[in-house]
């Protein structure tokens, strides 16, 4: 089974923090993704990895940076957090498309709370 | 950008009760996939249907590409058929891009 592990469930941070939100998948995915999930708004797409050290930016990038130094690894960096920020974060893989269904398998999520 | 539309917002059915969920998409996809988050907040993936008809047990999805929507159908709903179903579509630009649709929260009572 694919796994896509987040490091924490749960973070409380407070506001002007340096936050990393980790992810990790294990089935040799090229893709990978963060999205935020906030009620009645569904799921925006933050950032995107087609490769290692390939990123591109989603609909709401602002305020977020990335890393991806490893295949399996992608990291969300919130330079200096702030209240908006606080959300559910899900971190997902994927196969390449078009070679692929691109299939998206999420991580358990993270709920991150900026006070 | 590509919108998506999901619809009803909001659904409470009895237990046993059928239901139709619909996604709505303003341009031309690659894909579309459908996903349901459980209460916890996992989201599991339902079908990938980029158009036609599939079924997997009492559920099936139909995409019609051609007039930009798609349809998730739950039959004989179960308690364990509550939480939020999203469609998310990969836009025809751009491979592996997906955008979600804002989602349909389920509720099915006993």
């Known amino acids: 089974d694919v796994k896509v592990t987040q490091s924490s469930r749960y973070l409380v941070k407070r506001t002007g923090e340096k936050v990393f939100l980790e992810c990790v998948q294990d089935m040799d995915h090229e893709n990978m993704f963060w999205y935020r999930q906030d009620p009645g708004l569904g799921l925006r797409l933050i950032y995107f990895?087609?490769?290692?050290?390939?990123?591109e930016k989603g609909d709401i990038p602002e305020g977020y940076s990335v890393s991806r130094e490893k295949k399996e690894r992608f990291s969300l960096i919130l330079e200096s957090a702030s209240t908006n920020q606080t959300s559910m974060y899900l971190c997902?893989?994927?196969?390449?498309?078009?070679?692929?269904?691109?299939?998206?398998?999420f991580g358990e999520g993270s709920r991150l709370t900026v006070l | 950008g590509i919108q998506v539309e999901q619809s009803p917002p909001d659904l409470i059915l009895q237990e046993g009760a059928n239901s139709t969920l619909r996604c709505n998409f303003s341009d031309s996809v690659n894909n579309l996939q459908w996903f349901h988050q459980n209460p916890w907040g996992q989201l599991i993936n339902l079908f990938y249907i980029p158009s036609g008809t599939k079924q997997n047990g009492r559920l099936s999805a139909t995409t019609v590409a051609t007039e930009r929507y798609s349809l998730l159908y739950i039959s004989s709903s179960q308690t364990t058929d509550s939480g939020v179903y999203f469609c998310?579509?990969?836009?025809?630009?751009?491979?592996?891009?997906?955008?979600f649709g804002p989602g349909t929260s389920l509720s099915v009572i006993p």
């Open positions: 998310a579509v990969e836009m025809k630009t751009s491979y592996d891009k997906v955008i």
């Open positions: 997902a893989s994927s196969l390449p498309r078009p070679s692929s269904t691109g299939e998206l398998f």
């Open positions: 990895s087609y490769d290692v050290k390939m990123k």
